[in-house]
Structures are given as structure tokens and as C-alpha cells.
């Protein structure tokens, strides 16, 4: 593990999954790290494509590679997000940020110090960038666009009906990257869910934890290949009403389980 002398301040983590070294989306997650140790930022990824090809790919780009990382911490997205922390911690140490991404949102590089910076003044524990709300309408499918807007107001009034009051207003919570502190990490690694919720959960139990949770806004544009590729798409459309429909009756009953949690420690 380096000492906290030698760990840089920001490690980025992203997972991956391909079914082969051809698809089109890999690219993309082969952009992202290029772009982020072209900027100086050490990065991991968490690896669970057959084979090897992928997992080669992603080492000629520079980056630290975690195979079958996802399967050793329990399967899932959830498993691979562990995967990915686990190894950034035990790589550079507990000093300084990490920044998670998904593999595909390649333009998040360039607010990467932005983003962390909250954290390595230490004036928070946690942060969560939000999208500029012309950034957000412009460049993503109107479909996902309504959706998670929607989705991102149902689960403001959750976490208000079950009384959370340690987030701030106006969390992005379905943007999907996060960045703490790294000696935070660990509530990530305990959090022992294999899907979505392993990103939110344990930024949300930080919060009720009193540990400051900050919101950057960054001028983040989805790729307009991605846009093109999915807006208007039926197959698209309902993955999005699966998605709403799968995690906001889960993350309401866990803000519940987190206040009754709270209320039986005071």
C-alpha cells in the first residue's frame, strides 16, 4: 500500500462488462481512461468480461485492472464497485479522494479536480455532482431525461417521508458518480448490495452519519452517439420505466430501515 506521502490525490475507479473486445461501448471506456492518466489520475477498473482481450485492453490504456473483480465481492454492479474501491484503497492508500464513474461518461474527466476538491480541503466527506440542468436536457434522451428527473423527485420525497435530514437539497441521485474521501471508501465496502443501490446507500448513510455531503454542478455532456443511439427507442423507454420501477420502492424501504436504524442508536 503507498504511504499517504505518496498517494495521489485523486484515484478514478470505473467497472466494466463486455461480452466481446468488438462492442462498440468499450471504446468509449477505453476513452475514459486514456483521458483520465493523460490528466495525471491513477485509475482502476474493475474488469468482469470473459476472457482476457477486454481486461488487456484496458492495461495497454494505462490503467490498473482488476479481473473477475465483481464475482470476488459478492457479483453485480455492487461487487464490482467494491472491487474497484477495494483495490484503489489498497493501491494509494487511504489519503486523498476517489472518484467513481460509469465506463461511458468520458467527459467527467475534466471536473475531476472540481469535483474532489471539496474533499481534499476536507471541508466534506462525500460529494455528489449534479448536471447543469441545460447540460442534462440538452445532451441526454428527452426519455431519460424525464425519468430521472422524476425519479431524482420521488426519492427527494422519500428521504423527506422518512425523515432523513442529513442530505442537501437538490442531490442528482440517478447521475451515478460519486467521489469521498478515501478513508470513506469503507462504507462503500460494507454496503453489501449487488445493484444500483450500492452507489446511493452508502453516501446517504455518510450523510446520517453527520460526515457533510457537497454538491458540485458540472457542465457534464453525454456523447451525442449515445444520445442518437438510444432516444425514441422503445427498448430503451422501458428500460428506463423498469429501472424507476425496481429502485425507487427499494431505496424508499432502505431510507426507512436507515432512520429506524437511527432513531434506535439516540
Request: charged share 25%.
Amino acid at each position: 500500500m503507498a504511504s499517504s506521502s505518496s498517494s495521489p490525490p485523486i484515484v478514478l475507479v470505473t467497472i466494466t462488462f463486455f461480452a466481446d473486445a468488438d462492442s462498440p461501448r468499450l471504446e468509449l471506456a477505453l476513452a475514459l481512461v486514456r483521458d483520465a492518466v493523460a490528466a495525471g489520475l491513477p485509475t482502476v477498473v474493475a474488469d468482469d468480461s470473459p476472457g482476457t482481450a477486454v481486461a488487456e485492453k484496458f492495461k495497454d490504456a494505462g490503467a490498473f485492472v482488476v479481473e473477475e473483480g465483481g464475482s470476488a465481492h459478492g457479483g453485480g454492479k455492487g461487487g464490482a464497485i467494491r472491487a474497484a474501491l477495494a483495490c484503489a484503497v489498497e493501491k494509494f492508500g487511504k489519503e486523498g479522494a476517489v472518484l467513481y464513474t460509469e465506463p461511458e461518461k468520458v467527459g467527467l474527466v475534466r471536473f475531476a479536480n472540481e469535483i474532489c476538491a471539496p474533499l481534499l480541503d476536507r471541508t466534506a466527506a462525500v460529494v455528489v455532482p449534479r448536471r447543469t440542468r441545460d447540460a442534462f436536457r440538452r445532451t441526454y434522451p428527452i426519455e431519460q431525461y424525464h425519468s430521472e428527473s422524476f425519479g431524482g423527485l420521488s426519492l427527494d420525497i422519500a428521504a423527506r417521508e422518512a425523515g432523513l435530514t442529513g442530505l442537501p437539497e437538490g442531490l442528482d441521485w440517478f447521475f451515478g458518480p460519486f467521489a469521498c474521501q478515501r478513508f470513506h471508501a469503507s462504507k462503500w465496502l460494507q454496503f453489501a448490495a449487488t445493484d444500483w443501490t450500492a452507489q446511493i446507500v452508502p453516501f446517504v448513510q455518510l450523510a446520517e452519519d453527520g460526515k457533510k455531503l457537497a454538491i458540485v454542478e458540472v457542465a457534464y455532456e453525454h456523447r451525442e452517439a449515445q444520445k442518437a443511439d438510444e432516444e425514441g427507442k422503445g427498448t430503451w423507454a422501458k428500460k428506463r420505466l423498469v429501472q424507476l420501477n425496481a429502485i425507487l420502492p427499494r431505496l424508499e424501504q432502505i431510507f426507512g430501515e436507515i432512520r429506524t436504524g437511527k432513531d434506535r442508536a439516540t
